[in-house]
């Protein structure tokens, strides 16, 4: 069986796993590399397995010489752009393209970050099993999904303050995007906590019919210091949002740092790579708040 006829669930571990498939490729591409410091297509495939490990500092080097000479300059200048973390320099042109995504670290104050993980620490009553699907047919599916969900005595404590600091940055961030603005707009998070065996396969925001109206995705992340996990790591896929499909072998790793936010078009195909703690505590988890930001309005430019 070739390796794009095999199920996601059997090749993503070799890709992800230290030590395994992509390790062994950098080191054949580095030996290639030494004796051809100009081989264009060796430098894409080793860029393509430093994105892959969220090594984005050395996939930009790459991505930046790729833009000077050879093929794809242009993709190559797009990609440098986007792995900073500041969006895309112009909107991708039609096909698979990597997602685009705006990064920022030191997202709150510290005080605000030691507080949510308070919340968190509340006790695991206050959690429930998350939910896939649309609101009329929403179930717990272990095979999607494992991830826990806090109850509205949770979310009520941090929802006014953390919307508003997400209402305050949207406009700039779909600025930065190159998407639309979306005129009135409605907020919608919560805060989740994964835990060893953790993760959501590979999907988009924009799945069901009932959520079509989600335009952009964000996760801020949190956690206790030492980080006491592995894993977690968020994979934002290659994707054609018009025809809905994405490249399971070419995405970006994004690296859960603590008080840092992600944000990306909801359309955008992505995942949450399985989690392991070190520790049975409940508090040693990778937690996040995220949300969407869903369209209630026509675009006042209409």
């Given at each position: 069986m070739r390796d794009d006829e095999r199920p996601l669930s059997e090749v993503m571990p070799a890709l992800l796993r230290p030590g395994g498939l992509q390790e062994l490729a950098e080191a054949a591409l580095r030996r290639t590399l030494a004796a051809d410091p100009d081989d264009t297509d060796a430098q894409w495939k080793l860029a393509g397995i430093h994105r892959r490990q969220g090594n984005?500092?050395?996939?930009?080097?790459?991505?930046?010489?790729?833009?000077?000479?050879?093929?794809?300059?242009?993709?190559?200048?797009?990609?440098?752009?986007?792995?900073?973390?500041?969006?895309?320099?112009?909107?991708?042109?039609?096909?698979?393209?990597?997602?685009?995504?705006?990064?920022?670290?030191?997202?709150?104050?510290?005080?605000?970050?030691?507080?949510?993980?308070?919340?968190?620490?509340?006790?695991?009553?206050?959690?429930?099993?998350?939910?896939?699907?649309a609101q009329s047919?929403?179930?717990?599916?272990?095979?999607?999904?494992?991830?826990?969900?806090?109850?509205?005595?949770?979310?009520?404590?941090?929802?006014?303050?953390?919307?508003?600091?997400?209402r305050s940055l949207v406009p700039e961030v779909l600025a930065r995007l190159r998407m639309e603005g979306i005129g009135r707009f409605q907020l919608e998070l919560g805060m989740r906590g994964y835990h060893t065996g953790g993760f959501y396969r590979a999907h988009r925001d924009t799945g069901a019919i009932t959520h079509r109206s989600r335009k952009l995705s964000f996760v801020y992340f949190f956690h206790r210091q030492p980080r006491r996990f592995s894993g977690g790591d968020l994979l934002l896929y290659d994707t054609d949002a018009d025809a809905g499909v994405y490249s399971y072998s070419d995405f970006s790793r994004i690296v859960p740092l603590r008080n840092s936010i992600v944000f990306f078009p909801s359309a955008c195909w992505h995942q949450v790579h399985s989690v392991q703690c070190e520790t049975d505590d409940f508090g040693d988890g990778r937690w996040v708040v995220n949300g969407h930001v869903w369209r209630s309005g026509p675009d006042p430019a209409a």
């Open positions: 984005f500092a050395a996939a930009r080097d790459l991505y930046r010489r790729l833009g000077a000479h050879g093929p794809d300059r242009h993709k190559a200048a797009w990609l440098h752009t986007v792995l900073g973390g500041d969006g895309p320099p112009e909107a991708a042109p039609r096909g698979i393209w990597p997602a685009p995504f705006v990064w920022m670290a030191n997202f709150l104050a510290p005080e605000q970050c030691d507080r949510l993980l308070a919340l968190a620490l509340q006790g695991r009553e206050r959690f429930v099993l998350a939910q896939v699907g047919s929403e179930r717990v599916d272990p095979e999607v999904r494992l991830t826990l969900e806090a109850d509205n005595r949770t979310t009520q404590h941090f929802r006014p303050w953390f919307a508003r600091k997400i």
